[in-house]
Structure formats: structure tokens, C-alpha cells
T-cell receptor
Framework: KNEVEQSPQNLTAQEGEFITINCSYS?????LHWLQQHPGGGIVSLFM???GKKKHGRLIATINIQEKHSSLHITASHPRDSAVYIC??????????????FGEGTQLTVNP | NAGVTQTPKFQVLKTGQSMTLQCAQD?????MYWYRQDPGMGLRLIYY???????DKGEVPNGYNVSRLNKREFSLRLESAAPSQTSVYFC????????????FGPGTRLTVT
């Protein structure tokens, strides 16, 4: 079973700061997801990546397959970015089926 | 498009009662999932359905049953609720498997007393 570790568990930042959230996993994967859970509880998918880097607005996700590590960066952070950010991975090959293994999440608070 | 819908949003059960959580998606997705989320733990997969007509156990299936009624609907049943099943339940869907973006429902907050 893949173990997914996120750091930090909690992060408080001032508006405008550059934020990095890290995700490490123990076994090779075929895909990694970054999700955002709003204070109201809803969960939305931010990125799905298997190599390299993806960018959407102020959000950037990178993955290093050799080091089994991914980072989520938020540039020019804003209070509306306050949420829980969750990393999830899918193992390699068809034996993993549809299963994802999730990290516990990183609680981000951005103060004005 | 409503995306993924779940009912009910909140439910309180007594130990031993049964109930069914309903989930539907309108995105013509093949794969559907039921997760539970507990404080201090990541989302955990209860059951999933890779395609219409198939279901498979996830990480924590004990005490639950599922039905993939058709391509749109995937229900989760608790036959005899226990306090350990107090949790927030999320349904999700994806075009196919775990290498595709997952879309989540709003969640059901279940309390078993």
C-alpha cells in the first residue's frame, strides 16, 4: 500500500506570500492528484499529473517521479485560498484499478 | 449540469438502523466511488465501481454494501449502523479510473448514536 505524507500539516501565511505544500509517497505511481477542500466541505480537483509541471492561474503543481515527491505552489496568496489541500496518488498498472490513496491534507490559512 | 449530487446532506441514525445514501452523476462517467472522511485521517475508499455492472471493495468496506443501479447512480447502504460509521461520506466519479480527474459530491454528514 502506498503511504502518502503531506507537509506541513498546518500552514499560516500573510496575504501575498508564496506558499509551498509538499507531498511524498512511498511506492511508484501512475498519477498524482491535488485537491482542494473548501471550509464548507466541498472537494474540487485542482490538478492531475504524472510528470513535469502544470500551472493554472496562481497555482503550480510539480512532480519529481525519481524522488517520489510533488509540490503545490500558490503565488500571491489570498485569503480565499484558505482551505485544506489534499494529495492523492494512483499506483502503477492496472492492478491499482481505480483506487487512490490520500494524504491527510494540509490546512492553509491566509490572513489579510 | 449538476455534476455529482448526493442525498441526504445530513442524517442522524440510531445504532442498528439502516439507511441508503444516494449518489448520481450527469457527466456520463464510467467510474464512481464512495469515500469516508474522518478527522485526522485522509479520505478512505469504501467501495468503487469501475464501470456499470461492476463493484469492488476499497480500503474499508466492512459494514457497507453498494449498488451500481445504472451508469448514473451508485448507492451506499448501511444495513445496521454503528457509532464507528459516524463520518462524512463523499461520492465521486471519474471518466474512467484513478488517472482521470475525480469530481466530488457535496458530502453527507452522518451521525450514529
Amino acid at each position: 500500500k502506498n503511504e502518502v505524507e503531506q507537509s506541513p500539516q498546518n500552514l499560516t501565511a500573510q496575504e501575498g506570500e508564496f506558499i509551498t505544500i509538499n507531498c511524498s509517497y512511498s511506492v511508484g505511481i501512475s498519477a498524482l492528484h491535488w485537491l482542494q477542500q473548501h471550509p464548507g466541505g466541498g472537494i474540487v480537483s485542482l490538478f492531475m499529473l504524472s510528470s513535469g509541471k502544470k500551472k493554472h492561474g496562481r497555482l503550480i503543481a510539480t512532480i519529481n517521479i525519481q524522488e517520489k515527491h510533488s509540490s503545490l505552489h500558490i503565488t500571491a496568496s489570498h485569503p480565499r485560498d484558505s482551505a485544506v489541500y489534499i494529495c492523492a496518488v494512483r499506483g502503477p498498472g492496472e492492478t491499482s484499478g481505480s483506487r487512490l490513496t490520500f494524504g491527510e491534507g494540509t490546512q492553509l490559512t491566509v490572513n489579510p | 449540469n449538476a455534476g455529482v449530487t448526493q442525498t441526504p446532506k445530513f442524517q442522524v441514525l440510531k445504532t442498528g438502523q439502516s439507511m441508503t445514501l444516494q449518489c448520481a452523476q450527469d457527466m456520463n462517467h464510467n467510474s464512481m466511488y464512495w469515500y469516508r472522511q474522518d478527522p485526522g485521517m485522509g479520505l478512505r475508499l469504501i467501495y468503487y465501481s469501475a464501470s456499470e455492472g461492476t463493484t469492488d471493495k476499497g480500503e474499508v468496506p466492512n459494514g457497507y454494501n453498494v449498488s451500481r443501479l445504472n451508469k448514473r447512480e451508485f448507492s451506499l447502504r448501511l444495513e445496521s449502523a454503528a457509532p464507528s460509521q459516524t463520518s462524512v461520506y463523499f461520492c465521486a466519479s471519474s471518466e474512467r479510473g484513478g488517472s482521470y480527474e475525480q469530481y466530488f459530491g457535496p458530502g453527507t454528514r452522518l451521525t450514529v448514536t
